[in-house]
């Protein structure tokens, strides 16, 4: 159930208010308006006045409302007027109007507007437009000319409405902590439907604002890339000439005047201002980072892997850092992604993005690396050899999300846990349609028996609690493959083994054959040691250090076979 208060102003403002919730709506979709319940349980109902004329039961009712209001004249408040709709889900039960009418004297109640017995509250009315929905409103001045006391109202009717969907067994939504990006209004939406847009353009902006910062190195080049994309930009200049803030339009978005509807980058998402932007794209070291020459695709997987080690053993503000990063990641890779993914990867990173934003500061430095290698594959489209590139990072990503998942449930950040959720389902998607072709075709070019044998023997011995396991797994000949590839190159098939061992743990892998296989692969594409290498390698034996494992969430671990 999803309440959302409105404050209005002016000398006509419940005038105007009652004949709106009166009216037929922007787009006719005020079928039966009908007084549900009101302060005195007995006022004027202009949807139930047959012989009278409702225009004039509106004014009445109008009136009655204002009076408070009228009898302190000049003293009357700026905003006089508190408008609240309250939607229910589309899977919630057909709610009677007898429950609606608790349901708006439990919202009234817990915003301060009416509370239960006080006879001089605020005057007020519920109105019901449709089977999923009421309007209420009041004016903000009590009978006994007072202000209500609705300090903080917004989260006391949240609150009371998740009290609501539990006595009526209503789809339960999840608490916020006011991080959340604001939701596009009724009239956004009824404007979308009538120029035959699937989005509003609140989204489709903050989509694209989200994706040039993602992309951008400085400031210049991101306003450039939102340009390219024909979002127009309006600078808010302070005194000193600085620019202060930004506004954002879509081209062909315009209001009845035939001029463009700005958005602020604040009411995009909180992450959107214009400061909050230039501290994401500003370098918070003497020096900018430098991207190894090598593969970026192998660069991206490897920063994107030590995700959840940050989230388990890092401070907060360093997890929240990586989040905001791997939330860029996602933003930018369906720009990079096959025709078949983009679907996919579009709707994880709309979902992934809710995940990004806590009431947690974030380290933003910590996760650079990460930023700059998926900057290079967005910009230079390196060559990704049968789509393992992109399998690979998808693999370490979907582990990255559900420690994100866990990460968030731990702090009881209810609605990123859920986006994170929900990102997961989309992103196992993703990778299925790009994992399956590249594994099948490594498959058939599996090594004879006796190899196999040779490699089966050097799992057993590096990992015996997970080796049967991986022989079992169907990805097993395409690890057969690639590690007789690596060896082909001129490495060490055991050696490989060990190195990929090494770099983390396969206690959290849903597959540890296909978590292995994309590793060995990695490592094979990296130039062999020399002899000399080994050699010394070989004398001093020295192991490589165990590196401590996280906690793997639920959503990970892996089910034993029976």
């Given at each position: 159930?999803?309440?959302?208060?409105?404050?209005?102003?002016?000398?006509?403002?419940?005038?105007?208010?009652?004949?709106?919730?009166?009216?037929?709506?922007?787009?006719?979709?005020?079928?039966?308006?009908?007084?549900?319940?009101?302060?005195?349980?007995?006022?004027?109902?202009?949807?139930?006045?047959?012989?009278?004329?409702?225009?004039?039961?509106?004014?009445?009712?109008?009136?009655?409302?204002?009076?408070?209001?009228?009898?302190?004249?000049?003293?009357?408040?700026?905003?006089?007027?508190?408008?609240?709709?309250?939607?229910?889900?589309?899977?919630?039960?057909?709610?009677?109007?007898?429950?609606?009418?608790?349901?708006?004297?439990?919202?009234?109640?817990?915003?301060?507007?009416?509370?239960?017995?006080?006879?001089?509250?605020?005057?007020?009315?519920?109105?019901?437009?449709?089977?999923?929905?009421?309007?209420?409103?009041?004016?903000?001045?009590?009978?006994?000319?007072?202000?209500?006391?609705?300090?903080?109202?917004?989260?006391?009717?949240?609150?009371?409405?998740?009290?609501?969907?539990?006595?009526?067994?209503?789809?339960?939504?999840?608490?916020?902590?006011?991080?959340?990006?604001?939701?596009?209004?009724?009239?956004?939406?009824?404007?979308?439907?009538?120029?035959?847009?699937?989005?509003?353009?609140?989204?489709?902006?903050?989509?694209?604002?989200?994706?040039?910062?993602?992309?951008?190195?400085?400031?210049?080049?991101?306003?450039?890339?939102?340009?390219?994309?024909?979002?127009?930009?309006?600078?808010?200049?302070?005194?000193?000439?600085?620019?202060?803030?930004?506004?954002?339009?879509?081209?062909?978005?315009?209001?009845?005047?035939?001029?463009?509807?700005?958005y602020s980058g604040s009411t995009l998402a909180p992450d959107l201002s214009l400061?909050?932007?230039?501290?994401?794209?500003?370098?918070?070291?003497?020096?900018?980072?430098?991207?190894?020459?090598?593969?970026?695709?192998?660069?991206?997987?490897?920063?994107?892997?030590?995700?959840?080690?940050?989230?388990?053993?890092?401070?907060?503000?360093?997890?929240?850092?990586?989040?905001?990063?791997?939330?860029?990641?996602?933003?930018?890779l369906p720009a990079t992604a096959p025709a078949v993914l983009k679907a996919e990867?579009?709707?994880?990173?709309?979902?992934?993005?809710?995940?990004?934003?806590?009431?947690?500061?974030?380290?933003?430095?910590?996760?650079?690396?990460?930023?700059?290698?998926?900057?290079?594959?967005?910009?230079?489209?390196?060559?990704?050899?049968?789509?393992?590139?992109?399998?690979?990072?998808?693999?370490?990503?979907?582990?990255?999300?559900?420690?994100?998942?866990?990460?968030?449930?731990?702090?009881?950040?209810?609605?990123?846990?859920?986006?994170?959720?929900?990102?997961?389902?989309?992103?196992?998607?993703?990778?299925?349609?790009?994992?399956?072709?590249?594994?099948?075709?490594?498959?058939?070019?599996?090594?004879?028996?006796?190899?196999?044998?040779?490699?089966?023997?050097?799992?057993?011995?590096?990992?015996?609690?997970?080796?049967?396991?991986?022989?079992?797994?169907?990805?097993?000949?395409?690890?057969?493959?690639?590690?007789?590839?690596?060896?082909?190159?001129?490495?060490?098939?055991?050696?490989?083994?060990?190195?990929?061992?090494?770099?983390?743990?396969?206690?959290?892998?849903?597959?540890?054959?296909?978590?292995?296989?994309?590793?060995?692969?990695?490592?094979?594409?990296?130039?062999?040691?020399?002899?000399?290498?080994?050699?010394?390698?070989?004398?001093?034996?020295?192991?490589?250090?165990?590196?401590?494992?996280?906690?793997?969430?639920?959503?990970?671990?892996?089910?034993?076979?029976?």
């Amino acid at each position: 159930m999803i309440p959302k208060i409105i404050l209005g102003k002016g000398p006509h403002a419940v005038r105007r208010t009652i004949g709106y919730l009166f009216g037929k709506g922007r787009a006719n979709e005020h079928i039966d308006p009908h007084l549900v319940a009101s302060w005195n349980d007995f006022a004027p109902d202009p949807g139930r006045s047959p012989h009278r004329d409702p225009k004039k039961v509106e004014n009445q009712l109008a009136a009655q409302l204002d009076q408070p209001v009228q009898m302190l004249g000049d003293k009357a408040p700026r905003h006089t007027v508190w408008h609240c709709p309250v939607r229910a889900a589309p899977e919630d039960p057909i709610l009677t109007d007898a429950q609606w009418a608790d349901i708006a004297r439990r919202i009234v109640g817990a915003a301060g507007i009416a509370p239960e017995g006080d006879e001089e509250a605020c005057r007020w009315v519920a109105v019901r437009h449709a089977d999923d929905h009421i309007h209420i409103a009041a004016t903000l001045v009590r009978q006994d000319g007072r202000r209500p006391r609705r300090d903080h109202d917004q989260r006391a009717v949240q609150r009371e409405c998740r009290r609501i969907e539990v006595d009526y067994g209503l789809r339960q939504l999840k608490p916020g902590d006011g991080t959340a990006a604001k939701r596009p209004t009724s009239k956004e939406h009824f404007k979308a439907k009538r120029l035959g847009q699937d989005t509003a353009s609140r989204d489709v902006l903050r989509q694209r604002v989200r994706r040039a910062v993602a992309a951008a190195a400085d400031e210049a080049e991101f306003f450039a890339l939102l340009e390219a994309t024909g979002v127009a930009v309006r600078l808010k200049p302070g005194q000193s000439g600085d620019a202060l803030g930004c506004n954002f339009a879509l081209p062909g978005d315009t209001n009845d005047k035939g001029e463009p509807v700005f958005y602020s980058g604040s009411t995009l998402a909180p992450d959107l201002s214009l400061p909050r932007i230039r501290k994401r794209l500003a370098t918070t070291s003497p020096e900018p980072v430098r991207i190894r020459p090598g593969n970026p695709w192998h660069q991206a997987t490897a920063a994107v892997e030590r995700i959840p080690r940050h989230l388990t053993n890092g401070d907060d503000r360093t997890a929240q850092g990586q989040l905001v990063a791997l939330g860029a990641a996602l933003d930018l890779l369906p720009a990079t992604a096959p025709a078949v993914l983009k679907a996919e990867l579009e709707q994880a990173a709309a979902a992934f993005e809710r995940a990004t934003r806590s009431r947690i500061a974030a380290d933003l430095d910590s996760a650079r690396v990460l930023r700059r290698s998926v900057q290079v594959i967005w910009r230079d489209r390196p060559q990704d050899r049968d789509g393992a590139g992109f399998a690979m990072l998808l693999d370490v990503t979907l582990t990255a999300v559900a420690f994100a998942m866990h990460w968030h449930r731990t702090r009881r950040h209810a609605q990123q846990e859920a986006a994170a959720e929900q990102a997961l389902l989309h992103l196992r998607g993703a990778y299925a349609l790009v994992a399956e072709p590249v594994l099948t075709g490594l498959a058939r070019r599996s090594p004879g028996l006796q190899t196999r044998r040779r490699f089966a023997h050097h799992l057993r011995e590096a990992i015996p609690e997970h080796a049967e396991r991986i022989l079992d797994d169907p990805a097993w000949d395409a690890l057969a493959t690639v590690l007789a590839e690596a060896e082909a190159a001129g490495h060490n098939a055991a050696t490989v083994i060990d190195q990929a061992l090494g770099e983390r743990a396969l206690d959290d892998a849903r597959s540890p054959a296909r978590a292995l296989t994309w590793r060995v692969r990695r490592l094979g594409e990296r130039h062999a040691p020399g002899p000399r290498a080994e050699a010394v390698k070989a004398r001093t034996g020295t192991p490589r250090p165990a590196r401590p494992t996280p906690p793997v969430p639920p959503s990970l671990q892996p089910t034993r076979r029976r």
